[in-house]
């Protein structure tokens, strides 16, 4: 993929993340550079600890020493890239920052997490989304943000491709190969104009209209469509496709089509009335494909897009390599 900002941020809170520690947040909270969707400033707003920022900002650093904060990711995987934003943050921000990855399992005291750079100690700017490429194969559960000395960050993303334990999705035998805490991903899209197509693959189902994929009204013969990737090779059992709060706005028709290993194709459903505001599931037949491509006519939003199958031998060893 050409920029690694159009992979998952696998550090969403929407996702399962959560801030597990931070050595100060004195004037804006912790938990702040998780939240979804881009940081919001009102300069009349101040409280009792200052000017209340969409973010997280520490005091004023009067020894010598740095800040940081730790993140456990929603899904753990690979991270491609990483982005620290300082919307915002102008004079008060920190000048330099460093970012470190590592991996545990299960409980971890992040006092005993063991530490590796995903990227090194690099100067930022304020107000700006810093972005750094990042180049480590192994997978990642918690991620470090120092900041050099002190100051303001609005948002942290981590950008990757979720890495699931092979041996929990034999468990469950029949699980969404789609979803991102699973390994799927989109891969390409037409039309994203009103919401990512990432939210498709969020876990949960979405709250309001915004938290789906939603594209621009089209003015031609076309349609819109994206294609998902699953985490491996798998056999599909069934299609959810989920239009819930898109009530004027929803697809009038919808149709999957799998592409296998080879790179031939295969339909899965067939062009296919849709209702607004539902929750609409499919059989689909179990045909060993590795990616589906969602076509909705002419145009739409869609709030949720499972894929529920299992994988197939080759597609188990694939990812049981990987996680290796």
């Not at 753990?76 to 921000?93: I, K, L, P, R």
């Not at 409980?107 to 005993?112: E, F, G, I, K, S």
């Not at 819930?244 to 031939?264: E, Q, V, Y």
């Not at 609409?280 to 709030?303: E, I, K």
Request: with cysteine; hydrophobic share 40%.
């Amino acid at each position: 993929m050409a920029d690694f900002r159009e992979l998952p941020d696998l550090a969403l809170r929407s996702l399962g993340g959560a801030v597990v520690y931070a050595n100060d947040d004195a004037f804006a909270a912790k938990e702040n550079l998780i939240t979804p969707g881009r940081p919001v400033f009102d300069p009349t707003t101040f409280g009792s600890q200052g000017k209340v920022y969409d973010g997280w900002e520490t005091r004023r650093r009067r020894s010598p020493g740095h800040d940081e904060a730790i993140v456990r990711l929603g899904a753990s995987g690979v991270v491609h890239g990483v982005v620290v934003d300082t919307a915002w943050f102008t004079g008060n921000y920190p000048p330099e920052i460093g970012v470190d990855g590592a991996c545990a399992d299960g409980l971890a005291d992040v006092a005993a997490l063991e530490w590796e750079p995903l990227v090194p100690r690099s100067a930022v700017s304020g107000d700006s989304e810093n972005a750094f490429a990042v180049e480590n194969p192994r997978r990642v559960t918690h991620v470090r943000l120092r900041i050099f000395p002190d100051g303001g960050v609005a948002r942290l993303r981590v950008h990757g491709e979720a890495l699931p334990d092979p041996s929990l999705l034999d468990v469950l035998g029949t699980a969404d190969l789609a979803a991102l805490e699973h390994g799927g991903r989109v891969v390409a899209c037409s039309n994203a104009f009103y919401g990512s197509p990432n939210n498709l693959l969020l876990p949960g189902p979405a709250r309001t209209m915004g938290e789906g994929w939603e594209n621009a009204r089209r003015r031609d013969d076309g349609n819109d469509w994206v294609e998902v990737a699953l985490v491996a090779e798998a056999e599909l059992v069934l299609a959810e496709l989920d239009t819930s709060w898109f009530l004027h706005n929803a697809p009038g028709w919808a149709a999957l089509t799998g592409r296998t290993a080879d790179g031939g194709t295969v339909e899965l459903l067939r062009r296919t009335a849709l209702q607004p505001d539902t929750r609409h599931r499919f059989r689909v037949p179990a045909t060993a494909v590795t990616h589906v491509r969602m076509d909705v006519f002419p145009d739409g939003g869609m709030a949720r897009l499972r894929l529920h199958g299992a994988l197939t031998p080759k597609g188990r060893t694939e990812l049981a390599a990987r996680w290796s």
